[in-house]
């Protein structure tokens, strides 16, 4: 099942970030960096494996007032994708 | 150099550096002997424990010393749940924010058989009192357990209105107050409650436990005569005189310290908002022991920042996951939702000098700002590192648990 059918981001994400292997901070700074690549009301898709990136991510969006749309486990190798959607 | 550590542990008192030394003259004799030497030990020991009493405001007989705080905590959920197994296994209501100890004695009654429910807490760390008490099953529960204050942050929980709803249903309340004990006022309604004697200026390797009377418990360990069964094995009792006399002058010292303390930490608090930008203090500010404030730089490793902190002479600890043995984000953090990465913990030792302060506040705003120039170097590096791999190449998203947090 793909995070669409899910109905979770509205559409396909616009950007995905590879942040698989990297520890914590280096994920959000990336996001952070990479967001504002993506118009407004698009999606990000953020690749982790560290346990802190699945906590910060949805912290990191309630700081930032964008909006966490959720995350899923990804299916090959230990990880997540989380999906944050640009509000401004 | 500035130790601002004291949740860790609280630099050892003078009174209780003299009591220890004298207890090892004293009372290094079995004190369960009835020769002379024996009987000294005794004494002591049943003094400790009245001077623990007194304090913790229960009797003398409903206190046990262990080797810990972890190991008082292990005996008051195994020793709950054990009692039950019976009767076919039994329900254990956690707060998500508990020390490891109590959720660690928690899994292992569960692996056991029990089952656990995890109770929530809101942005503050503070549970949800109807939350925590609708978790409690009347004919099921055999513990529950909540905090004084929480370790991590400072909140201070809703302990005597989680203890009504607890004594209304016939479940006993374990209280772990390491974090509070010697420090605030404890809370009435526990059935148990544990302590651990180096957060209050004691030597270390002494723990409480303190069990009510009316309370069923019962040691999930081998037989073994000491402190009443409770606790097995030969008592510390020089570090458990010197535990006491350190408990009974640090909550003589409570209020006076309390109000320094918490001007301090809350200098820190209003200042750092300003100076440091994208900096997040967690907890509340009045529902809170006054010595903690803990707080979360954005986009910097939280163990580079620990270590710049002890270069520039300011000893702190760390919740997040890169400064942790385990590697693993602080469950507090976590279960508040709030930012894990960059996150600093001051918590100050009695006497703390307001210099050490202006020092701290000084300094850290350059230490962030550093950090993150190569925090942001680091991140573009990474990019740059895996910027030829092509979309299509990335594992895609399997199970999808959207809105999972």
């Not at chain 2, 006491?244 to 309390?258: Q, S, T």
Request: charged share 20%.
């Amino acid at each position: 099942m793909t995070p669409q059918q899910a109905g979770t981001p509205g559409h396909a994400p616009a950007l995905r970030i590879d942040a698989l292997g990297l520890k914590c901070p280096i994920p959000i700074i990336m996001l952070a960096e990479r967001i504002g690549e993506v118009s407004v009301g698009h999606v990000v898709e953020v690749l982790a494996d560290d346990p802190a990136a699945k906590a910060d991510v949805p912290a990191w969006c309630g700081l930032k007032s964008h909006e966490f749309v959720g995350s899923a486990q990804l299916a090959d190798v230990p990880g997540w994708a989380l999906y944050v959607r640009r509000s401004y | 150099m500035a130790y601002f550590d004291a949740a860790s542990a609280e630099p050892i008192t003078a009174a209780a550096r003299t009591a220890l030394l004298e207890a090892l003259d004293d009372g290094w004799a079995d004190p369960s002997r009835l020769h002379l030497e024996g009987r000294r030990a005794r004494l002591m020991l049943d003094q400790a424990r009245e001077r623990v009493a007194g304090v913790l405001r229960c009797r003398a007989d409903e206190i046990a010393f262990t080797s810990s705080g972890t190991q008082a905590v292990h005996l008051a959920v195994l020793g709950a749940a054990h009692l039950r197994s019976r009767r076919g296994p039994g329900h254990i209501v956690v707060s998500a924010v508990e020390h490891s100890s109590v959720l660690n004695a928690a899994a292992f009654a569960e692996q056991a058989g029990n089952t656990v429910t995890i109770a929530g807490v809101g942005a503050d760390a503070r549970v949800d009192v109807a939350g925590f008490t609708e978790a409690i099953r009347r004919d099921k529960t055999v513990l529950a357990c909540l905090q004084s204050a929480n370790h991590e942050v400072g909140t201070l929980q809703p302990v005597e209105e989680v203890a009504q709803e607890c004594k209304a249903a016939g479940v006993p309340l374990l209280v772990d107050a390491a974090a509070s004990a010697g420090r605030e006022a404890l809370p009435a309604g526990w059935s148990l409650l544990t302590a651990s004697a180096h957060k209050w200026g004691g030597p270390p390797g002494v723990g409480v436990l303190a069990i009510r009377k009316a309370v069923r418990w019962r040691s999930p360990l081998p037989a073994d005569g000491r402190e009443a069964y409770r606790v097995p094995g030969f008592p510390n009792l020089p570090a458990i005189v010197s535990a006491a006399v350190a408990l009974e002058a640090f909550e003589a010292g409570r209020d006076h310290a309390g109000v320094e303390l918490r001007s301090l930490t809350s200098q820190i608090r209003d200042q750092l908002q300003q100076l440091v930008p994208d900096c997040v203090v967690h907890g509340d500010r009045a529902l809170s022991l006054p010595h903690i404030v803990t707080f979360s730089c954005l986009y910097i490793d939280g163990e580079a920042l620990v270590i710049e902190l002890a270069k520039a002479g300011f000893s702190v600890s760390s919740g997040s996951a890169c400064a942790s043995d385990s590697q693993q984000p602080s469950h507090v953090l976590a279960a508040m939702g709030a930012i894990t990465h960059g996150n600093v913990r001051v918590s100050l030792p009695r006497g703390t000098a307001h210099q050490d302060i202006t020092a701290f506040i000084d300094v850290l705003p350059g230490i962030v700002s550093r950090l993150r120039g190569d925090g942001h170097t680091a991140a573009r590096r990474s990019a740059a590192a895996r910027a030829p791999a092509s979309a299509a190449d990335l594992p895609g998203p399997g199970t999808t648990t959207g809105g999972e947090q």
